[in-house]
Nanobody, 123 residues
Framework: QVQLVESGGGSVQTGASLRLSCAAS????????MGWFRQAPGKEREYVGT???????YFAAALKGRFTISRDNAKNIVYLQMNSLKPEDTAVYYC?????????????????WGQGTQVTVSS
């Protein structure tokens, strides 16, 4: 049974940083591309970024430069480092797994999902 468990969310002020973690089990982690998405109240789930099996990263254009993704294949964990946070970054953040080589940015292309972790940024 595949499980993805996010952690690290919280309430911060504008300009702060947060690092989210996603611990994976039940899959061969090193063979999966891992993505991050977010969903604000009343909005559709939005693509944040992906890290491939080999560590290549790709981000939504609007987030590139503030967010980074890394992975530790020995620990089966993927991280989302978020810097210079803004109120518009407030959302539930989800990690997702995709067992393919090609980077995809739509939720339907990811087979496994975590339960999400709330990030709230106040001004």
């Amino acid at each position: 049974q595949v499980q993805l468990v996010e952690s690290g969310g919280g309430s911060v002020q504008t300009g702060a940083s947060l690092r989210l973690s996603c611990a994976a089990s039940g899959l061969t982690f090193s063979e999966y591309a891992m993505g991050w998405f977010r969903q604000a109240p009343g909005k559709e789930r939005e693509y944040v970024g992906t890290i491939t099996r080999t560590g290549t990263t790709y981000f939504a254009a609007a987030l590139k430069g503030r967010f980074t993704i890394s992975r530790d294949n020995a620990k089966n964990i993927v991280y989302l480092q978020m810097n210079s946070l803004k109120p518009e970054d407030t959302a539930v953040y989800y990690c997702a797994g995709r067992g393919a080589l090609v980077i995809r940015t739509t939720p339907a292309d990811y087979a496994y999902w975590g339960q999400g972790t709330q990030v709230t940024v106040s001004s």
